[in-house]
């Protein structure tokens, strides 16, 4: 898989237009264009069409009937590794600028005028090239491609934006220097290459975005920026002799540039072990391991898939086996094989304690090396094969997800058909992972970094390094270890109520043959105190690991055999089992659910082992400052209720907490009239209905039980007054959190909030276009309206350098006055309805993200109409609604304020003055909605979307 960077804070910008530039950078090619001539869709697998046309632009369609939902794309072969040395940054810079005004359109009117159709639009760039893409109701694709292609074919790279913009990348670089798995991954491209530019950030540097100018850019986009390079991509609901001649019209009469890629350069044999070790503010140490590996077109790339997905992927993984189950050496440890246009590395990562370095790398080589000292299995060659294929399978589940597989391998390989890819993983043998595990694994080719806390002597040289190589070469000699070797969706929801009590929702879809089960019971965050924060969150990882039947590795290596998940959840409101499976499995994925929740082993010795990985998943909360700004939020906000509770946990709870205590409390939590079931997928309902009758039929019913879960909890009182905290932290940003008390789930005052929240923070939303664009004032910045069974909280958070800091919460306060003041715009109004209602749908695309959806509507008493409701709802929210909204909520006599980084002022950084209407002595009164409907969101979607995904409350 290619590495690339997302940047999905690269949005437009709305100004004043500057609609007569006297030129632009395309000028010369309109001037010699072409007239397109008709083009004949060419299909070349089912319901997949590829066609070249005459001036050498590619056009990819994929006709998915019946869905509601498309995705446009443009990929241009430019990424970082076509940059000369003095361009580095260019191409990343050049993705964020795209969106900034065409000679029609004003900065922000791109992104505005996706969001206006209630799509999704973005970019990101890669190594090998760069993706504009918008994701929309399939009716408006047509509409999609042409903004999308004004925009790549026009921009007018304004100086005054250019400016502004790199000031936005510059604090981007920033950012990434203060996470340390980006600060070691960097590291360990900078030495396992020593030429080619991998080595290099996608991003540049600070030093070189500084000094790129408009005509670089012009420059960079006449050499890069032409027909050859394009491939347009669309997936949904289109036809696609419409597509080839729309793409056709738009871009068709570019003319061909016969300009020669520039030559990359050729990375030599690494000759010897190379070491790097790096010391930073951080909590954990954190491994990192690399072999040269091959291009993604090398006739080793599939080979390489699959022994990496053996060594390293899941939890019936030899390294995972090894080192977390069996050792306890290493939290958490993974890999996997990066086969890019020229060839790549094999990387594995861990994090541990820095006092258990040197033996988790000896363990670790150990079996890496002894990949080249005996055959794998059949069943580990069986299960790596399933899981690779699997994961294809749901990525076809949603739209912009197909886009981005037939892009890359067209990009990769000039053929956007996985099915040879595929065959090629099918035809893996024993002796073939064998043999290039020889070839690659070599202790000679090995790079090695770590990461540590500031102060940690980790006492690894190059001598060691080649000792621990020697040692784990000599124990991969003696052999294997035994235990390794042998072993429209709403109408379409059935319910059932089966005789114990469990609510069962099915809905069939028959497109892909996967299906997904979601089995919620309330509990959770809410159902917590302080003396047992952290219960439900040990309870959720420990409840997958193992039944009274099955063992915890016995039924991973089940599950791993159906290529399929299963796990725990664990949210806010609720706590449950999700599995994901083949359609083929759903009778033996059911039972497996059943066992999990009826006879779960509670099993002393894997939750020992997943208590250490709990903690330092708590030490890893001090290394996020965004988490720990927000922690700190909830903590003030939610004064005395179990939503001020650490979502993570207690550490001396998690520490200190029994299994006794963790199977009590699952057992009064756990019973068959709370538990709602949901499956989704390609099933037949009557038949699933039949399964899980003849599995849970068994299951008493305690009805005396419901009453008590689902007793209420008060909600906070709202802050009296100002609450402001700072948190230092000697870091590069300063991340900071201005809240209000919100609103609760089954209020009708969250659809005006959602709004509000979404016209706020949108990509051509306020907060965007004010405090980033033209202040330049954040990389990362947003609103948010998060819901609750009881109480809930809207506010804003934004992300910045030190020096902004006071500048920048004067900015946040100007906005929110505004909303109090200025109605929104018909066409803010109608662009954040938009948006809301198509993210609703976006959200649905996943068999999980449905069952999920099924199964909190049911728990939480929304019904399985809320879908409907929801849309209807946002549909007749006005601007005096929002208006009223943003009264009811946002008080400045009332909130909490979070600065967490560098040491900031504990004074409340506001505007000089209020509004009038907002004098002193009003400003902290009661604002009546008197006539107007309350009103307040969710996260988009409104429910929550998948567990392991979803931002929303569960």
Known sequence: MTHTISTSDAKPESGLCRRLQPFFFFLFLLCIAMTPTYVEAVEI???????????????????????????????????????????????????HMIFKGTPTRAPGEVAGAIEAMGGQI??????????????????????????????????????????????????????????????????????????????????????????????????????????????????????????????????????????????????????????FSLTEDVNQTQLALAFPGSAFKGQDAATLDVMTSILASGETSRLYTRLRNDTGLVYRIDGSAFTPRDPGLLEFTATLDADKLAPALEETLTEIFRMKRS????????????????????????????????????????????????????????EDIQRVAAFYLRGEHLTVG???????????????????????????????????????????????ELKNGIRLLVRENHDVP??????????????????????????????????QQLSAEELAKKVANMAGSLGGFNGKNTFGIK????????????????????????????????????????????????????????????????????????????????VAELKRLYEEHAKPEALVLAVAGDVDAEKVKETVE???????????????????????????GPDVISIVRDKQQVHIIIGFAGTTLSSEDRYGLEVLDTALSGQSGRLFTELRDKQSLAYSLSSFSLLGLDTGSFGIYIGTSPDKKDQAIKAVWQQLYRVLEEPLSEEELTKAKNV???????????????????????????????????????????????????????????????????????APQKPEAAPQSLAPAEAGAKVETEGVAPVQKPQTPPQPADADSSTQDR
């Open 836 to 906: 809301l209602i198509s993210n609703y749908e976006l959200g649905l695309q996943t068999r999980g993200n449905q069952a999920l959806e099924m199964a909190l509507n049911e728990s939480y008493g929304l019904g399985q109409d809320f879908g409907n409701r929801y849309v209807h709802a946002i549909e007749q929210v006005d601007a005096a609604t929002v208006r009223a909204m943003a009264r009811k909520y946002i008080l400045p006599s009332s909130y909490v304020q979070v600065t967490v980084g560098a040491a900031p002022s504990l």
């Open 514 to 547: 996967t299906v997904s089960v979601r089995a919620v019971l309330p509990g959770g965050l809410r159902s917590e105190t302080p003396a047992t924060n952290g219960a439900f969150a040990f309870i959720s990882e420990l409840l997958p690991k193992g039944t």
């Open 450 to 496: 770590t990461i540590a806390p500031l102060g940690t002597a980790l006492n690894l040289n190059q001598a060691q390094l080649a000792k621990i190589i020697a040692k784990a070469e000599a124990a991969a000699k003696l052999g294997q270890p035994a235990s390794q070797v042998d072993n429209a969706f709403l109408s379409g929801v059935h319910r059932f």
């Open 579 to 658: 599995g994901d499976f083949l359609s083929r499995f759903t009778s033996e994925g059911l039972a497996l659910v059943r066992d999990v929740l009826l006879t779960p082993a509670f099993a002393v010795a894997e939750a020992e082992k997943i208590r250490p990985e709990l903690l330092s998943q708590l030490k890893n909360q001090e290394d996020s400052l965004p988490s720990l700004a927000f922690r700190e939020f909830n903590k003030r906000l939610f004064m005395g209720h179990p939503y001020g509770l650490n979502a993570q946990g207690d550490e001396a709870v998690i520490r200190n907490v029994t």
């Open 694 to 720: 003849a599995l849970f039929s068994a299951w008493p019913m305690t009805p005396a039980t419901k009453s008590q879960i689902r007793e209420s909890v008060l909600p906070p009182d709202a802050p009296s």
């Open 375 to 430: 055959k794998v299995s059949d069943e580990e060659l069986d299960r790596a094969k399933r899981n690779l294929e699997s994961d294809f399978i749901f990525n076809l589940e949603r739209a912009e997800g197909q886009a981005r597989v037939l892009g890359s391998f067209e990009f990769l390989t000039g053929d956007p058909r996985e099915d040879k890819y595929l065959a090629k993983v099918r035809a893996v043998s024993k």
């Open 122 to 275: 973005n970019a990101y760039t890669s190594y090998e090239y760069t993706v504009y893409h918008a994701t929309l109701s399939s009716r408006n694709w047509g509409d999609a491609m042409e903004v999308l292609a004004d925009a790549v074919l026009h921009s007018t790279f304004d100086a005054g934006e250019l400016e502004r913009e790199k000031k936005v990348v510059l604090e981007e670089i920033r950012m990434r220097k203060d996470r340390a798995n980006i600060v070691l991954f960097q590291e360990l491209m900078a030495k396992a290459y020593t030429v080619h530019p991998y080595r290099l950030p996608i991003s540049g540097t600070a030093e070189s975005v500084t000094a790129i100018s408009r005509d670089d850019i012009l420059r960079y986009m006449k050499n890069h920026y032409h027909p050859d390079n394009f491939t347009v991509v669309v997936v949904g609901d289109v036809r696609v002799q419409q597509v080839v001649d729309a793409v056709n019209s738009l871009m068709g009469g570019l003319a061909k540039n016969e300009a020669r890629p520039p030559a990359i350069p050729r990375e030599p044999p690494q000759k010897a072990t190379r070491l």
């Open 45 to 95: 697998a089912p319901h997949l069409h590829k066609n070249k046309l005459d001036n050498g632009l590619t056009v990819l369609v994929k006709e998915t009937p019946g869905t509601k939902v498309a995705t446009v794309q443009i990929w241009v072969k430019a990424g970082s590794i076509y940059e000369e040395k003095h361009e580095a940054g260019i191409t990343h810079l050049i993705e």
